[in-house]
């Protein structure tokens, strides 16, 4: 039988999660790759760490360069996180004739173009199917049973952080931090939770998802994106008072060549099936030509569900072993165009808007008129009188462009009926 030697840089979370299924359910990974999977070395910061698992002391090292420069090893599974040495010890790895599997959405994101190639040129295969929602096989699915699809649009809730924190605001009606905190203490949420609230999470997991949907490339850092961190739990019992969810949305459109891409927090109607996606969970929403509409749940983060993930990638990997292999092909970059994209101001969306408005004759119609002035037509209206002076009115908007909105707001706000615009969201439509 083929033996596959394994190197594991990092026994935290998610190393603890690969390393438990590859021992645990030994017989059955064996049988399907046909081939004996040993961890040959492990990587960590501490040998001498207390662990909740027992491994063997001769199997740590605290040199990564033990595993990349091994010849012994096939295969290096990048588990640490973060990016610049995570980067450095895939790079290494790959133009050793090392395989890699990694979960590390943040590497791949960044680097991830370059390290294809070295991948490519090396005849090593670069797998990162744990990058993305975690135990959700969402990569290998595209890839795979789904690639003779062109994809039209893929909607993601990809970050469980944020899913958790707006969740316990709707259902227990909570204030943005006492459900940040909750979640910190569930260990949902890092210590320094910014990355998940402020979506660069789920920026990391759209570019992966892009690359993957559309064969192209788009910075990060270009993706537009707001967090949650200005939710309130106001917002949240307007819109459910509508008849619709407030998620973090990661999602990217694909309407006759002009790509849209956003991570926003957004209102989806009660009956969107991403509606009920609830606590940590992650799902994806996919449209493709041929398959139709699809949906994929589950757990996007832990150490059992990533560990899935990654231990599917060493399978697959394992599989591929002798024989003729073919990577991922590296995607090209996307000619980002007036004409391919579809800029911030030309992008339509329905919206929800809530305004503080003097509670005195006319208010409302003049600010009903100067959304008509503009082109723009009202779904909804909601006014919740608080027997004061000022009243939260809250209307849902059909499609407009965002400059129209900008225009008919910017009419509003000069009028001293309108006190103040407390919140802007998307509503997906
Ligand atoms: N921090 C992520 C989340 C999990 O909250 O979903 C890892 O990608």
Redo the contacts with the bound molecule.
């Keep these: 039988m083929k033996k596959v030697k394994v190197g594991l840089l990092g026994l935290g979370n998610i190393g603890i999660g690969t390393y438990k299924i590859l021992t645990q359910n030994t017989e059955k990974i064996t049988g399907l790759s046909n081939s004996q999977i040993d961890i040959e070395k492990i990587l960590v910061s501490d040998i001498h760490k207390k662990r909740e698992i027992a491994v063997p002391k001769e199997l740590l090292t605290t040199d990564a360069y033990e595993i990349i420069n091994s010849p012994e090893i096939d295969v290096v599974v990048e588990l640490i996180g973060g990016i610049d040495k995570a980067y450095e010890y895939i790079k290494a790895a790959l133009l050793n004739g090392k395989h890699v599997a990694t979960?590390n959405?943040a590497v791949i994101a960044t680097h991830g173009m370059e390290l294809m190639n070295i991948a490519k040129q090396n005849r090593v295969l670069l797998l990162f199917e744990a990058?993305?929602?975690?135990g959700i096989p969402i990569i290998t699915a595209m890839m795979k049973p789904l690639c003779g699809n062109e994809f039209r649009e893929i909607i993601g809730i990809?970050?469980?952080?944020?899913?958790?924190i707006l969740t316990q605001m709707s259902e227990n009606h909570m204030e943005y931090e006492v459900a940040l905190k909750q979640a910190q203490e569930k260990g949902?949420?890092?210590a320094d939770p910014s990355?998940?609230v402020e979506g660069e999470?789920a920026a990391?997991?759209l570019c992966i998802l892009m690359l993957i949907a559309f064969g192209v490339y788009v910075d990060p850092k270009d993706i537009p994106r707001e967090g949650i961190t200005k939710i309130s739990k106001e917002d949240i019992d307007f819109a459910s008072n509508f008849g619709y969810k407030l998620k973090l949305l990661a999602g990217a459109k694909n309407s006759s060549g002009r790509l849209k891409y956003y991570v926003y927090p957004t209102l989806v109607a009660e009956s969107h099936p991403l509606a009920s996606v609830n606590n940590?969970f992650?799902a994806l929403f996919i449209k493709g030509d041929a398959v139709g509409e699809l949906m994929f749940y589950g757990r996007?983060?832990g150490s059992m569900p990533?560990g899935s993930a990654v231990v599917g990638d060493i399978v697959s990997i394992a599989k591929c072993i002798g024989t003729d292999l073919l990577n991922i092909t590296p995607a090209q970059p996307y000619p980002i165009t007036d004409e391919t994209l579809e800029l911030t101001g030309e992008s339509k969306s329905m919206y929800y808007i809530n305004f503080l408005v003097g509670d005195e004759p006319g208010a409302l119609g003049k600010v009903s008129t100067a959304f008509g002035n503009h082109g723009i037509s009202i779904q909804s209206v909601l006014q919740r009188s608080k027997g004061s002076n000022e009243v939260p009115v809250i209307y849902i908007l059909h499609e407009t462009k965002r400059k129209q909105l900008d225009d008919a707001l910017a009419d509003i706000t000069n009028n001293n009926y309108v006190k103040e615009i407390t919140s802007i969201l998307r509503v997906l439509s």
């Excluded at 990058?131 to 975690?134: E, F, I, K, L, Q």
């Excluded at 990809?158 to 958790?164: A, D, F, K, L, Q």
């Design positions: 979960a959405k990058s993305v929602a975690g990809v970050n469980g952080t944020t899913n958790y949902f949420a890092e990355s998940d999470d990391y997991k940590e992650n996007g983060a990533t």
